[in-house]
């Protein structure tokens, strides 16, 4: 077997021209990078792979002049480049180095090497997620994985930065990752790109000794010595690819087939081949969307066919950091080291809990579950238990539990005696509740409600319903599955400045772990002494070192104000688009910024259901995925945002000549997206 470490150099660099031979403590850059490549255990030879440019003759001269072997290809396509200096030099296995990275640690990448060779994988990194110093990066592959992405990448920041259509197909690729243990050093700069990194580099080199090849560790302890030197930007990596991706047209020419003999495969085994509803086939266009996911990247996922999109759906809002959140991710891995499931309770379990007493207007004491509808059927038992009555009066979506689902038209095996005790009411009805409640008198044991959806809680509205439901003895839960540490971190009772009795809090609480919690007045919570509510995983431990990350980190970035503002402008930019191609009287966005909900609206030229689905359709193939609503997150970049509003864009002005043409339905051979269910009017 032949393993090969390939070094990507050119001369030319837009903003740091020549910087390959560049002097570096007496020698150019890229001989820092071939003496580190020359002392990884298990490389046979090392290449220098350049392009056929002028520029870089002097980068083939200096390979001859100093024996180091070079190809030279394409300056473009440099995966084609990279794959021909593999080919032509007989590599079975491929180690890709970068010649802008003259502190690369040879141990770290003979870790990466032995990844790929011991775990049997196609690819392995230490990138995917990136965790190291940016400057320490490598990757290696397997010469078939190799062949099979220069054969079939398309895009084109795929075919110039050479391994993302690797990294990113991999329910056709097993794929490992080199993970640092040492935290918090992912942002520190230790490439060369600009002349500020020549010159951090400089000062590094002259603490070091000879031109031995260097150590993490060894620069670590540099700097740890001279703080003054400490180099980095945690918003500046991997800005080429960036800049590529964004360059990059929209790519409608997206295909499902993987999706679709997933798919075939899952509805053998599972009921509608997914765990939820909202995440299944009947709630996007048929035969033209991604079914199942691989993976994601901050606010990007890929599907098992390989197709990339900016992800609107967030995980149904549990995703509020992003895809691989370091922070969190580093927390559950340290918790992972301890333990998942104990025998008796945690210290976290009170660590988090304060947090959410500091945070949160209406919490006294707490206790956790493990979704959104733990929370709000606890919120349900308590308000029954303290009260000793059993009527529940019902404003929004609450879960899947009997006691609300029994109010809908999804009620098959629920009892009725069960549906009968749930009513329904109209969001700033306040007549509606009074009249409800008098019918009933001393009946109501509470009324639970989404303190905002689709529109913002009139002036007042919020208070007086607490004093309406308070006059009838009936206590005011507020479901916050949704609007918890998004409004606000204390959520929208926070942001609204009304504290409730009893509130369930879940989805964003612990960036797309499973934990939910129902927090409320000390009295009130102290029966949860008396009722049942238990559960083997109420303080499993994974979810609870993610979720105190997550508050931690919502706190100390003010990821809250951020999506009001990243949402407003998405949400005003899309009206701009809408009214630009006249279909705002069939399409629109209704709600508030951080949870922007698409509406649809009957139109001569097709029904609300035609409208949802071509626009999802259309979205879906220009590369962003959504289903219901703008679901923010605090990883959504300008990038993001950017390909959101091309899509919308585009979807806009598809709808448009759709409409004009008329008769929309017919031509989508009715297969039209069609809700869950339906909410009963109020009995």
């Known amino acids: 077997m032949t393993t090969l470490a390939i070094i990507q150099a050119r001369m030319g660099s837009a903003r740091l021209p020549g910087k390959m031979l560049m002097d570096l403590a007496g020698r150019p850059v890229l001989a820092h990078v071939v003496a580190a490549a020359r002392a990884i255990a298990g490389v046979d030879k090392v290449v220098v792979a350049t392009s056929v440019e002028v520029g870089d003759d002097a980068l083939a001269q200096w390979c001859d002049d100093h024996d180091v072997a070079c190809f030279r290809g394409s300056e473009k396509d440099v995966l084609e480049r990279f794959t021909g200096a593999a080919r032509a030099h007989g590599a079975d296995v491929v180690l890709r180095l970068t010649g802008d990275c003259p502190l690369l640690d040879p141990e770290i990448a003979g870790q990466v090497l032995a990844l790929l060779i011991e775990g049997g994988a196609d690819y392995a990194s230490n990138v995917d997620p990136a965790s190291w110093p940016d400057g320490l990066d490598c990757e290696a592959m397997t010469m078939a994985a190799l062949e099979t992405a220069a054969a079939e990448a398309r895009r084109p920041s795929d075919r110039e930065h050479v391994t993302p259509f690797l990294r990113n197909t991999k329910a056709r690729f097993s794929t490992l990752n080199l993970t640092c243990s040492v935290p918090g050093l992912a942002w520190h700069r230790w490439t060369l790109d600009k002349a500020d990194d020549l010159a951090f580099l400089e000062k590094v080199a002259a603490h ?40 990059e047209p929209l790519d409608r020419e997206r295909t499902y087939e993987a999706s679709h003999k997933m798919l075939t495969r899952a509805e053998a085994v599972v009921p509608l081949g997914s765990q939820t509803f909202s995440k299944s086939r009947i709630q996007l266009p048929p035969g033209e969307s991604p079914l199942f996911l691989t993976h994601g990247e901050g606010g990007r996922v890929w599907d098992v066919d390989g197709n990339e999109y900016v992800d609107m759906v967030s995980g149904l809002l549990p995703v509020v950091l992003g895809y691989r959140d370091p922070d969190v991710d580093r ?36 206790r956790f579950g493990k979704n959104g509808t733990d929370a709000t059927s606890a919120c349900i038992r308590l308000a029954r238990a303290f009260t000793g009555r059993d009527r529940i009066a019902l404003c929004g979506y609450h879960g899947w539990q009997d006691w609300y689902v029994g109010a809908t038209t999804r009620n098959r095996g629920i009892p009725k005696a069960v549906s009968e005790l749930s009513h329904m009411v109209a969001y700033g009805d306040l007549e509606a509740v009074d ?19 689709v529109v913002e809680p009139p002036e007042g509205y919020l208070e007086t319903l607490r004093d309406l439901v308070h006059s009838h003895g009936a206590l005011l839960v507020f479901d916050e599955v949704i609007t918890g540490f998004r409004w606000a971190l204390g959520g929208a009772q926070a942001y609204y400045g009304i504290t409730p009795d009893l509130s369930a809090f879940g989805k964003a609480m612990a960036n797309g772990l499973p934990i939910c919690a129902v927090v409320g007045r000390a009295d009130i919570m102290m029966v949860m002494e008396e009722i049942f509510f238990s559960s ?10 993610g979720a105190i990350a997550t508050v931690d980190k919502l706190e100390d970035e003010h990821v809250p104000a951020l999506l009001w503002q990243k949402g407003a402008q998405l949400m005003a930019d899309a009206r701009a688009i809408t009214a630009r191609h006249g279909v705002e009287d069939a399409l629109g966005l209704v709600g508030s910024a951080p949870w922007a909900i698409l509406s649809y609206r009957d139109h001569e030229g097709g029904s609300a259901a035609a409208v949802k689905t071509l626009f999802l359709r259309e979205m879906i193939a220009s590369g962003v995925l959504i289903n219901a609503s703008h679901n923010v997150s605090f990883a959504h970049d300008r990038a993001d945002m950017a390909r959101v509003l091309a899509a ?24 039209l997206i069609r809700p869950v269910f339906q909410v009963r009017p109020s009995a």
């Open 435 to 453: 009249q409800l409640m008098s019918q009933h008198p001393g009946e109501f044991a509470c009324l639970i409600l989404e303190p905002t959806n």
């Open 648 to 671: 919308w864009d585009h979807a806009a002005g598809v709808l448009a000549g759709e409409l004009a043409r008329g008769g929309l339905d017919q031509r989508l051979d009715n297969g």
């Open 331 to 366: 927390a559950v891995r340290r918790q992972l080291d301890c333990g998942i499931s104990f025998s008796l309770a945690t210290k976290m379990e009170s660590d988090l809990a304060e947090r959410l007493i500091r945070h949160v207007p209406s919490a006294e004491m707490v």
């Open 208 to 247: 070091l000794p000879g031109d031995r090849p260097v150590s993490m560790t060894a620069v670590l302890a540099i700097l740890r010595d001279h703080p003054e030197l400490v180099h980095g930007n945690r918003a500046a990596r991997n800005e080429g690819f960036d800049a590529s991706v964004a360059a």
């Open 536 to 545: 083997t995983f109420g303080g499993e431990a994974l979810s609870l070192a």
